[in-house]
């Protein structure tokens, strides 16, 4: 049934110009194309893990860090930068020396707060100094912490091969749970993505995020699971409903990750947190979900070992 416009005249629905038809094709292809480059990066890291994935994190935390401090500027903010920079790398070293970690996260609160209040004494104008003081705490936390949560979850132990009796890859039980967030993000959101395009009728989010549908996150939960069976039932032995309940996890915390940036931009007025990553925006428009995921399921994998 048509609609009308203002003028009462029936709306007439047409379809879109060809040149945003092709621009759309050739974002899709830009997408796909960087990710198959990045995929294999990315699984030599998960692969090593220890300081190989430390300075991974590291690259990440410095550039999320530097875009969502980039948009919080343009929207009229004044952060602290290079606070942010060493509270959020501090949350990461702090994952790499397990005994002595309580000490190293307490020293680096204490350090800051004792040196970013100084910092915002010396400004002229003093209006909205403590916003910015907030912002520059949230920022490294947001980023460093979630962050942090990836580096906990894949532990130090590297991967290996082994050749007798027959070959194979031998992967740690922190390189499987990682696996199981990683395959479980990329999954959902391919599937959310494509399935959402095709048959999303009812919205998720409509006033943060109004492509998602709950037809695309339904269609992801699926590939989560099955992402969470695959990585978790024979490798690490976990019962299939307790996988499945992995599945849900990482679907449910990628999406609440995902709404997170899309509110911060949102409130930016920005569409991606930077163009760094041809065809996906930002560093942080491509870990959003997972930083949320990892948490989650390293949450559920600690809680596993103490039962």
Known sequence: MQGANEKGEPEVSTPPPPQEANKEKTSVGLRLLTAFILIPIVLVVVWFGSWVAFVASVVLVVLGIYELHTMLVQAGYRPILWLSMGWGLLLLLATMFPLQRSLILESGLGITLLV?????????????????????????????????????????????????????????????????????????????????????????????????????????LIFSIIAALLCTVIPLGLPWYLAVLVGVLVGVTGTLGDLSESLFKRQMHVKDSSQIVPGHGGVLDRIDSLLFAAIAVYLFASLLQLS
């Open 116 to 220: 970013s209040f100084p910092c915002l004494f010396a400004r002229k104008n003093l209006e909205g100094s403590v916003v910015d003081w907030a912002l520059t705490l949230a920022t490294a936390l947001y980023v460093g912490g979630s962050t942090s949560f990836l580096l906990l979850l894949r532990g130090t132990e590297a991967g290996w091969l082994r050749f007798a009796p027959t070959f194979s890859l031998v992967l740690p039980r922190g390189a499987w749970w990682t696996l199981a967030a990683l395959l479980g993000v990329w999954g959902f959101d391919s599937a959310a993505f494509f399935i959402g395009r095709l048959f999303g009728k009812h919205k998720l989010a409509p006033r943060i995020s109004p492509a998602k549908s709950w037809e695309g996150f339904l269609g992801g």
